[in-house]
Every structure is written in structure tokens, then in C-alpha cells.
């Protein structure tokens, strides 16, 4: 089979993040499986337009901005040359089915709703909403797949018949896992706390470094480590705030991370926090987790689904910084429930594999394009 993946980013790309990562394990077991696999993309800076990693065909055709303008006149060129597209959403889809009759399924990680008012101000924000309640009744009879259980039901909320949806829990990356295993490391002798993402409002840096100041007055000898980076006058923001909360000396920012040193600060961590207004299925809970390191999360979509609350880690049930704070404070305390927390966030982690995976997608490819024929 010939399946053509649009995607905004390749992995290469220097703002990829974990969904690039698990798009392209996906179609790596694709290729494996005897399949040809194009990513349609936009470029970056040195960028080649054209390349072959891992057996998978990267066309870069496109800017950051142009993407989803040249993306239909790709398709309506080209689709002839495919049997499937893969229409991946990030906030918006390249609403493929104006420009082929081809099978089409619709990657999504996440509806995004509320997040457009985090990301952007009005009008663009109130046009990214409406746009979603749009495109989604254009993909009304198409079949969609996700990561988690809760995108599942949004989808449902929002008209998509529950026969439409299949949903595919993801592992961690291979790279990752590779790593991982290599990673020996004990935890830091004081309780550490670890927050690791894109530092942007939306992924609730600011209601974990409350819930830390909370933490911090109950274990005075607490320290927050926040791996990640973002844009200059959010990041002084931050700062300012630990600053008024007279954390700084607490706090460690090590800014974005290679692979390797990521790992280790998470392995060496306690409690991995994560208070993000939703996710599609937080990745970096199970790498925690694959790590030992059990988390404390938001009753948010995504969290709520990777998280095996009171069994791999705890989702509050008011998401607020004190219960935050509270909920990580009962976890670190209490010895014996940590400890059992540890084992069962790597044996969750560890349970989820590509192969598995992979095998799910490629039924769910064939009975996609076996469906339209």
C-alpha cells in the first residue's frame, strides 16, 4: 500500500515534539511491513526538500506558514500516485477531503477547544474554535484515529459515530526506550520534582510552580527541576514569578535537553508534575514512568488516560495548585505506596510496545482503504 502522511513537522524539524516522534515509529513499522511511506512537510532552515530517513520518503514542499496552503495542491496533483492519506491534526487538519477522493483517515491527538485561548488572542483564537467545529463536521464520515480514550469521547460530543473511532494507545519511541534502558541512576537524596515540556502557558507551568511553593513550605528541602524551553518574554515571566514566591534558590531550569540528559534529570527525579490544560496522551509520563518515576497530573484529557490513577500515579480531582501540591506530598511521604507506584508506572510503560501498536494501525490502514473499495 502507498500511504501519503501530511504532518506539519517531520522529525527533524527543530520544533518537532513527541507526536513527530510517534508518527514516524508508526510508519517505520509501516515500511517494515511492506508498505511505502511520503511525509508531506514543511521545511526549516538547511533543510533538504527532499530525503529518505528510515525508509520514509520526507517531502518538504512547504514553509512553516505555507504548509497548509501548498498541501491541496499537492494532493490534488498527486493523490493519484497513493491509496491512503493520513491527515494529521495539529489545531487544524489540511482538509484533504476537498482535494482527493482517496480513503482518508484523520490522525488527531486532540481536540483542541479551550487551548486556542491559551495559544492565541482574539479573533484568532474565537476563528481556531469555530474553524475546529467546521472541519469536523467536513470529516464527518471519515474514520478517525487517536491515542486516547478521552479524544475518543470529545469526538463523540462532538457528532463522529463511536464505529468511526479506533483508538491505539502509544508506546514511547524506540530512540527513547534505547536510552532509557541505558539510564542507571539513583534519585536525588532531596525530594526532587521535575516538570518537563514546552514552557507555554497551556502546559501549566505556572500552576505547577505554585503547587511547588505550596511543597516547598512542607519540605523546606525540596527542590523543582523544569526541563524545557520557550519564548524569551514567557520564560522571564516564570522566572519572575518563582521569584515572588521566593523559590529561586529551589528552582533549576535547565532549559530544552538532548534525549540522554532528559532521561537521566527525570530517572533522578521523584514525582514527575503535570498540570496542562489537556494533552493528547502525555508521552512524557510514560517515559517518566519507564524511569520510576511515577507522576501527579491534572483530570485532564490525555492525563487522565495515561496516568492508572492510584495504581501508576495520581490524577487530582480538583485541578487547582494546592491539590497539586497535596496529592504530591501524600505520594512522596508515603513510602510504601510510592515504592508499589514506581513498579507499576514501569510496568505500564514497559507493557505498551510497537509491535503491538504497529499491528493495530496496519489492521486499522487495511480496513480503512478495504472499507472505501
Same mark, same amino acid.
Given at each position: 500500500?502507498?500511504?501519503?502522511?501530511?504532518?506539519?513537522?517531520?522529525?527533524?524539524?527543530?520544533?518537532?515534539?513527541?507526536?513527530?516522534?510517534?508518527?514516524?515509529e508508526y510508519a517505520k513499522w509501516w515500511v517494515?511491513?511492506?508498505?511505502?511511506?511520503?511525509?508531506?512537510?514543511?521545511?526549516?532552515?538547511?533543510?533538504?526538500?527532499?530525503?529518505?530517513?528510515? $525508509?520514509?520518503?520526507? %517531502?518538504?514542499?512547504?514553509?512553516?506558514?505555507?504548509?497548509?496552503?501548498?498541501?491541496?495542491?499537492?494532493? #490534488?496533483?498527486?493523490?493519484?500516485?497513493?491509496?491512503?492519506?493520513?491527515?494529521?491534526?495539529?489545531?487544524?487538519?489540511?482538509?484533504?477531503? #476537498?482535494?482527493?477522493?482517496?480513503?482518508?483517515?484523520?490522525?488527531?491527538?486532540?481536540?483542541a477547544g479551550d487551548i486556542w485561548n491559551f495559544?492565541?488572542?482574539?479573533?484568532?483564537?474565537?476563528?481556531?474554535?469555530?474553524?475546529?467545529?467546521?472541519?469536523?463536521?467536513?470529516?464527518?464520515?471519515?474514520?478517525?484515529?487517536? @491515542?486516547?480514550?478521552?479524544?475518543?469521547?470529545?469526538?463523540?460530543?462532538?457528532?463522529?459515530?463511536?464505529?468511526?473511532?479506533?483508538?491505539?494507545?502509544?508506546?514511547?519511541? $524506540?530512540? =527513547?526506550?534505547?536510552?532509557? %534502558?541505558?539510564?542507571?541512576?539513583?534519585?536525588?537524596?532531596?525530594?526532587?520534582?521535575?516538570?518537563?515540556?514546552?514552557?507555554?502557558?497551556?502546559?501549566?507551568?505556572?500552576?505547577?510552580?505554585?503547587?511547588?511553593?505550596?511543597?516547598?513550605?512542607? #519540605?523546606?528541602?525540596?527542590?523543582?527541576?523544569?526541563?524545557?524551553?520557550?519564548?524569551?518574554?514567557?520564560?522571564?515571566?516564570?522566572?519572575?514569578?518563582?521569584?515572588?514566591?521566593?523559590?529561586?534558590?529551589?528552582?533549576?531550569?535547565?532549559?530544552?535537553?538532548?534525549e540522554k540528559e532528559k532521561l537521566i534529570r527525570?530517572?533522578?527525579?521523584?514525582? #514527575?508534575?503535570?498540570?496542562?490544560?489537556?494533552?493528547?496522551?502525555?508521552?512524557?509520563?510514560?517515559?517518566?514512568?519507564?524511569?520510576? =518515576?511515577? &507522576?501527579?497530573?491534572?483530570?485532564?484529557?490525555?492525563?487522565?488516560?495515561?496516568?492508572?490513577?492510584?495504581?501508576?500515579?495520581?490524577?487530582?480531582? @480538583?485541578?487547582?495548585?494546592?491539590?497539586?501540591?497535596?496529592? &504530591?506530598?501524600?505520594?512522596?511521604?508515603?513510602?510504601?505506596?510510592?515504592?508499589?507506584?514506581?513498579? $507499576?508506572?514501569?510496568?505500564?510503560?514497559?507493557?505498551?510496545?510497537?509491535? @503491538?501498536?504497529?499491528?493495530? &494501525?496496519?489492521?486499522?490502514?487495511?480496513?480503512?482503504?478495504?472499507?472505501?473499495?
Amino acid at each position: 500500500m502507498r500511504i501519503l502522511i501530511l504532518n506539519w513537522r517531520d522529525t527533524r524539524h527543530p520544533k518537532s515534539g513527541g507526536a513527530e516522534a510517534v508518527t514516524m515509529e508508526y510508519a517505520k513499522w509501516w515500511v517494515h511491513a511492506g508498505h511505502k511511506v511520503t511525509w508531506f512537510t514543511s521545511g526549516y532552515k538547511g533543510a533538504k526538500k527532499e530525503e529518505l530517513i528510515d $525508509n520514509v520518503r520526507i %517531502l518538504r514542499q512547504a514553509g512553516s506558514q505555507t504548509v497548509y496552503l501548498l498541501a491541496p495542491f499537492y494532493l #490534488l496533483l498527486h493523490s493519484h500516485e497513493y491509496d491512503l492519506i493520513v491527515d494529521e491534526v495539529h489545531g487544524i487538519p489540511f482538509f484533504s477531503p #476537498l482535494c482527493t477522493s482517496k480513503p482518508i483517515i484523520v490522525f488527531i491527538h486532540e481536540i483542541a477547544g479551550d487551548i486556542w485561548n491559551f495559544m492565541y488572542h482574539p479573533p484568532i483564537s474565537w476563528i481556531g474554535k469555530h474553524m475546529e467545529e467546521w472541519y469536523l463536521r467536513l470529516y464527518r464520515k471519515k474514520l478517525f484515529w487517536t @491515542d486516547a480514550e478521552s479524544t475518543g469521547h470529545e469526538l463523540m460530543e462532538r457528532g463522529i459515530k463511536r464505529n468511526q473511532i479506533t483508538v491505539i494507545h502509544c508506546p514511547i519511541p $524506540n530512540f =527513547t526506550r534505547h536510552i532509557a %534502558l541505558q539510564v542507571h541512576v539513583k534519585k536525588e537524596k532531596v525530594p526532587t520534582f521535575i516538570f518537563v515540556s514546552r514552557v507555554v502557558k497551556m502546559k501549566g507551568i505556572e500552576e505547577v510552580v505554585k503547587a511547588f511553593a505550596f511543597v516547598q513550605k512542607e #519540605l523546606p528541602l525540596a527542590k523543582l527541576w523544569i526541563v524545557g524551553g520557550g519564548e524569551d518574554r514567557y520564560v522571564k515571566k516564570i522566572v519572575s514569578m518563582i521569584r515572588e514566591y521566593g523559590i529561586y534558590e529551589k528552582v533549576t531550569w535547565f532549559g530544552k535537553l538532548n534525549e540522554k540528559e532528559k532521561l537521566i534529570r527525570m530517572a533522578k527525579a521523584h514525582i #514527575l508534575l503535570h498540570a496542562s490544560v489537556k494533552e493528547g496522551w502525555g508521552l512524557v509520563v510514560l517515559e517518566a514512568g519507564f524511569l520510576y =518515576t511515577p &507522576s501527579v497530573v491534572y483530570n485532564v484529557a490525555g492525563l487522565r488516560d495515561v496516568v492508572r490513577d492510584g495504581h501508576t500515579g495520581i490524577v487530582i480531582t @480538583d485541578n487547582s495548585p494546592i491539590e497539586l501540591a497535596r496529592a &504530591s506530598l501524600h505520594l512522596y511521604q508515603d513510602r510504601e505506596i510510592y515504592k508499589k507506584y514506581q513498579t $507499576n508506572a514501569h510496568t505500564w510503560a514497559e507493557s505498551l510496545t510497537w509491535t @503491538d501498536a504497529g499491528k493495530k &494501525s496496519d489492521a486499522f490502514l487495511k480496513e480503512a482503504v478495504r472499507q472505501v473499495l
